[in-house]
């Protein structure tokens, strides 16, 4: 089965990996392992399974992302980017590329929703732009969300009608919160307004092409937007209701949106209660290769496909059921390991204690070492003796034996 959409996928530019420093100092945020497997591999099985081909997958990266475009050139359609490009002006570049009405992901959503019900339900609803909303189970006693989950201390408020339309948006950051406003002829759309404080956004829209269009000109008038989901979206959502505006939106006399003529600019949202997590941070990142690690009925599907490899290590080792050991990683005598995740080719040496910590591929901690709750990125080194709790090391970074560290980034 092929679908009639085209995905977009934003592959990460020089800035996408901010809030996850110093994972992605010279590292492509795309290429961050999920239980030992890039997460951008996760969005094509995802993207396949609801029918999607190489021609109908764009992936939008920097040339200095080249690692990314050998790993997934099979899969997908690669486009380059200006170095300097926001998600918008990513989009913009690529204009040309998209062809039809297109789904737009940012590399770092995972998610377990069917895509096909998300499309099904923009088509159905004759929707501009659908957006995928994540609904967290709320703590009964607290009332809100548990601490594991998406929202953390920056949050979106978002107004939603009681017909799925998206009424208003807004982050917890903005600097105007104290005096939310929302149009008159906003509130007048719909019979009502639920308010919920349990809503995440995966950052996961679906879109007509118009949208694009609409896009190009917001740009023409001297509006300076460049990020979708910061500027663009929080813009047309606030005006959707403006004639200005939906008169900027010019439809074609023949071809694909000729029977779009009469339709009104909408913004709906299609909320899921099946998995979905943003990795834009490192708590949620941790977080997920934590989930991954789940096994059985309680496992997450979209992790279940992550190959576990057997490997040999001595009698003497204990290594917790949860654990994930990446192939050709070498263990040494009277290592304990729990819940954690080893990478490829990694050496740990003798009497190491590992818990709840990321290791990531080709790397080396030597013996007698203590790593807790730590990320240890590709090609990192620990030497003999160093205890670390709480750090993240970046990719080739190394630590002088015998050191007691808490707390830390470590860069090379």
């Known amino acids: ?182 149009s008159r002829n906003v509130l007048l759309s719909c019979e009502s307004i639920q308010i919920m404080t349990n809503l995440f956004d995966t950052h996961i829209y679906v879109c007509q092409y118009e949208v694009l269009e609409l896009y190009q000109k917001l740009i023409k008038q001297v509006i300076d937007i460049q990020n979708w989901k910061e500027e663009f979206l929080p813009y047309i959502i606030k005006h959707q209701k403006n004639l200005n505006l939906l008169n900027l939106i010019t439809k074609k006399e023949q071809g694909l949106f000729h029977e779009r003529k009469q339709q009104q600019f909408s913004i709906k949202v299609f909320i899921t209660q099946d998995y979905a997590r943003r990795l834009n941070n490192i708590k949620d990142y941790q977080q997920a290769n934590y989930e991954s690690m789940i096994k059985g009925n309680k496992g997450i599907p979209l992790y279940q496909s992550v190959q576990d490899f057997q490997i040999q290590y001595p009698p003497d080792a204990r290594i917790s059921p949860d654990t994930v050991i990446g192939e050709g990683t070498r263990i040494g005598n009277k290592v304990i390991i729990q819940r954690s995740i080893i990478g490829k080719n990694c050496t740990i040496g003798d009497h190491v204690k590992i818990s709840n910590s990321i290791i990531m591929k080709n790397v080396v901690i030597n013996s007698n070492c203590l790593i807790q709750h730590c990320i240890l990125s590709n090609e990192s080194a620990v030497g003999h003796g160093t205890e670390l709790n709480k750090c993240n090391l970046g990719n080739l970074a190394s630590i002088e034996p015998n050191q007691k560290l808490v707390d830390e980034c470590i860069i090379r």
Do not use: W
């Open 1 to 182: 089965m092929q679908v009639k959409y085209q995905a977009v996928i934003l592959g990460g530019g020089q800035q996408a990996g901010n809030m996850l420093f110093p994972l992605c100092q010279d590292y492509s945020k795309s290429l961050l392992p999920i239980c030992n497997k890039p997460m951008i591999l996760y969005q094509l099985d995802v993207l396949e399974s609801a029918g999607f081909i190489p021609q109908d997958i764009l992936i939008l990266i920097t040339k200095n992302h080249q690692v990314v475009a050998d790993l997934v050139q099979r899969r997908a359609e690669i486009f380059y980017v200006s170095d300097n490009s926001d998600s918008g002006s990513a989009l913009l570049e690529a204009h040309e590329k998209i062809k039809k009405d297109f789904i737009l992901l940012s590399c770092d959503s995972m998610i377990g929703a069917n895509i096909l019900n998300l499309l099904d339900f923009h088509y159905s609803t004759k929707a501009t732009i659908t957006c995928l909303i994540k609904e967290e189970d709320l703590d009964k006693k607290q009332g809100r969300a548990p601490i594991s989950c998406n929202l953390n201390e920056s949050f979106d408020i978002m107004f939603v009608g009681s017909d799925y339309s998206l009424l208003h948006i807004s982050n917890s950051d903005d600097d105007d919160q104290d005096n939310l406003s929302v």
